[in-house]
């Protein structure tokens, strides 16, 4: 049975760290930083854009916003595999949150965050 | 041949915006908002926590953190699908470039940024 | 002479945290972690909002708003003490350079990151 | 009498903005998501360095880091002019909140978050 994608780069990712010894740095205070560092080089990308343009980018721009992407879930990756975190089952877990949390007869068209609901 | 989790994942966000006409607001400008926003409820968790502490959270924090890693996750998925990027890929590329960037006998047990390397 | 308001401020943040005996956690690392904490919760506001809408906020949400500027303002005078940075004259630095580097005939009307102009 | 420096730095940005003609794009939601870009550019400064090492910068990246905060404080102020807000007295109108809720024989030396302190 092939191994799922996300645990093949995890162990890519761990090695990378291990052989580099930056282990040492990888804790996840450190890494929240670095992820949230490459978090706003993402945003950095479409602050001046309208929400139009920003479906709409240029060759150049989207291989960018790519790399960008992709260091944000190197980091997640990583931050993870740390704190010995299943991201699959994070994510299913709070698919099923936010089923319950937003019922579509409660929240069609409707972008308010959930807090905005309770009153 | 089972499809790869992420892509699985994908289809149920997919839905799930779309089931509550919750795509019109789904832009990259947006979500990119709503990521960075996420990623700032995870540094949170760690930001009076020293680098040790936060190798070792509570079994209650611990939980929190894995719910805030996953809505990090959900936000890129999103972005990742309205921009047409496959993730997994763009990481592979990235490790690609990241090998040449660091070669381990130059950054052995050193943490400084690319950038400060050129000198 | 009357004495500035940021100094002002300053000196009474200083003065809340050294009678918490809070000093112990505000060094610069985790300060910008707090300072980026509560900048998210200022983009979160605004996530979901059209650029108009975020130009004409209900009074509660302005209300909010207005407190979690407030945040961010007051750990980035925090984290400028406990660096012995003056912010004031940072700006005013700042200033000098970014109207070298944006000549008016060069930028009008034109939101470009200044990195884009090098080509 | 002297004007306060905060209000002088709002005049000369707003004239910036303006002979660009770029107050176009300084919407609430633009400017926020600028204001996170710069943060994170702090955080970066400090993902890699222990809590320690944070106090005690290299003059070059003091340098940095005081241009980075700048930035931050820049678009704060754009924010609040846009928005029709004393960030000034936005601060004093938190500490007040903040002396409420954190009374001093509550938190001494410690510093969970607000929330942590309702159970």
Request: aromatic share 8%; hydrophobic share 40%; net charge negative.
């Amino acid at each position: 049975m092939p191994k799922d994608s996300l645990d093949d780069l995890n162990s890519r990712l761990k090695a990378f760290a291990q052989t580099r010894n930056w282990e040492q740095f990888h804790n996840p205070k450190n890494l929240t930083m670095a992820m949230i560092a490459e978090c706003a080089e993402l945003v950095e990308h479409f602050q001046w854009l309208t929400p139009e343009q920003s479906m709409n980018l240029t060759q150049e721009k989207h291989d960018e916003v790519t790399l960008e992407m992709a260091d944000i879930l190197i980091y997640l990756i990583r931050c993870a595999e740390r704190l010995d975190i299943d991201l699959i089952g994070a994510v299913e877990r709070k698919i099923a949150i936010n089923e319950a949390r937003y019922p579509v007869e409660k929240v069609f068209g409707d972008a308010r965050r959930a807090s905005e609901y309770e009153d």
